[in-house]
């Protein structure tokens, strides 16, 4: 999971952010910390609070591939047009080849 360069990345310590997705202040770092090393997995909502956060969409946390990772992180920035411009891009690339 790439929930402790994306928490760097925003600049926020661990237990902020734990607090940031509701979790209680007295266990935030702790789970944090536990989530960063893969000690546990946390629920699909809290991954979806997590990216909220720090502004990634939740399947970043979850790719497999660098560079997936990097283009759904780049996705998430994106506004709806230019999605879609970008879609419409890809699309006439691969169907130029």
Same mark, same amino acid.
Do not use: N
């Given at each position: ?8 990345? @925003? =600049? /926020?310590? +661990? ?5 940031? /997705?509701?979790?209680? !202040?007295?266990? *935030?770092? @702790?789970? /944090?910390?536990?989530? #960063? ?6 629920? %699909? #909502? /809290?991954? $979806?609070?997590?990216? *909220? ?5 939740? *399947?970043? %946390?979850?790719? =497999? ?15 709806? $047009? !230019?999605?879609? $411009?970008? &879609? +419409? &891009?890809?699309? =006439? *690339?691969?169907? @130029?080849?």
């Amino acid at each position: 999971m790439r929930l402790r360069s994306a928490r760097l990345r @925003a =600049e /926020i310590p +661990q237990d902020r952010l734990g607090v940031m /997705i509701g979790l209680d !202040e007295t266990t *935030a770092s @702790a789970r /944090i910390s536990r989530y #960063e090393t893969g000690i546990h997995s946390p629920p %699909f #909502e /809290i991954v $979806k609070s997590l990216g *909220a956060v720090l502004s990634v969409p939740p *399947a970043y %946390f979850f790719c =497999e591939d660098e560079s997936l990772a990097e283009l759904v992180s780049f996705w998430g920035t994106l506004k709806k $047009k !230019e999605r879609d $411009k970008a &879609l +419409q &891009l890809l699309k =006439e *690339a691969l169907d @130029a080849e």
